[in-house]
């Protein structure tokens, strides 16, 4: 088990799913909201300056409210703006070179679909597993399979890291998939598509409280 202070709430940004908020936009709303880590992903062929130019902006919101930056896939990005996190998928770079570009104190995350690929990444150097989708997604052209609850609760006992759970995660949904083992969730499209997504995001935090209590509804 990683002895990093790991995020229980990640928010992921995306502007394509809806056309009101930048990605800065977003990170505000949901660090407002009580987010505790905003994840960066732009999977459109923006350059490097684009994406270190957002990422900084970004950043800033972040630390005004206290919350880590998490950028995703890239770790030669997250260097260049002062972020200490980044979420790495299956074709990006190996932890190792993560962990050089970004030093020791970084956290790095990892994904899996499986519970066979969770077993082998977690033993990658990682400090959190990604894992999903538990329900679906929609924010994917080509999404792996449904994982459910009953693979999440399998990854959740057999590997040594936190596990966050991802995939058409709501408030409603949280409870189970922290009953499930689940150290914490990453959410998208229910904060990012909402009207309000800083109440979205106090909605679930409200689910997660509601889940520490014991309580499923």
């Given at each position: 088990?990683?002895?990093?202070?790991?995020?229980?709430?990640?928010?992921?940004?995306?502007?394509?799913?809806?056309?009101?908020?930048?990605?800065?936009?977003?990170?505000?709303?949901?660090?407002?909201?009580?987010?505790?880590?905003?994840?960066?992903?732009?999977?459109?062929?923006?350059?490097?300056?684009?994406?270190?130019?957002?990422?900084?902006?970004m950043l800033a919101a972040?630390?005004?409210?206290?919350?880590?930056?998490?950028?995703?896939?890239?770790?030669?990005?997250?260097?260049?703006?002062?972020a200490s996190a980044v979420?790495?998928?299956?074709?990006?770079?190996?932890?190792?070179?993560?962990?050089?570009?970004?030093?020791?104190?970084a956290i790095i995350g990892?994904?899996?679909?499986?519970?066979?690929?969770?077993?082998?990444?977690?033993?990658?150097?990682?400090?959190?597993?990604?894992?999903?989708?538990?329900?679906?997604?929609?924010?994917?052209?080509?999404?792996?399979?449904?994982?459910?609850?009953?693979?999440?609760?399998?990854?959740?006992?057999?590997?040594?890291?936190?596990?966050?759970?991802?995939?058409?995660?709501?408030?409603?949904?949280?409870?189970?998939?922290?009953?499930?083992?689940?150290?914490?969730?990453?959410?998208?499209?229910?904060?990012?598509?909402?009207?309000?997504?800083?109440?979205?995001?106090?909605?679930?935090?409200?689910?997660?409280?509601?889940?520490?209590?014991?309580?499923?509804?």
């Amino acid at each position: 088990m990683s002895a990093k202070r790991i995020p229980r709430l990640h928010v992921i940004t995306d502007e394509t799913v809806q056309s009101r908020f930048s990605h800065a936009e977003l990170a505000e709303l949901a660090a407002a909201g009580g987010a505790d880590a905003v994840q960066f992903r732009e999977k459109r062929p923006w350059t490097t300056r684009e994406l270190m130019e957002t990422a900084g902006a970004m950043l800033a919101a972040c630390e005004r409210h206290g919350v880590t930056l998490v950028v995703d896939d890239r770790a030669d990005v997250a260097r260049s703006i002062g972020a200490s996190a980044v979420h790495l998928g299956r074709n990006d770079l190996d932890v190792a070179t993560a962990r050089t570009i970004l030093g020791d104190a970084a956290i790095i995350g990892g994904t899996a679909n499986s519970h066979e690929e969770a077993l082998r990444v977690a033993a990658s150097g990682i400090d959190y597993l990604g894992c999903g989708p538990i329900y679906g997604t929609q924010s994917k052209a080509n999404p792996a399979p449904v994982m459910g609850l009953e693979t999440l609760e399998r990854i959740c006992r057999d590997v040594p890291v936190p596990v966050i759970a991802i995939g058409s995660i709501t408030p409603d949904r949280i409870p189970e998939v922290l009953a499930a083992g689940a150290h914490g969730v990453a959410v998208l499209s229910a904060v990012v598509a909402a009207d309000d997504p800083a109440e979205a995001t106090r909605r679930c935090v409200d689910a997660m409280a509601r889940a520490a209590e014991g309580r499923l509804v």
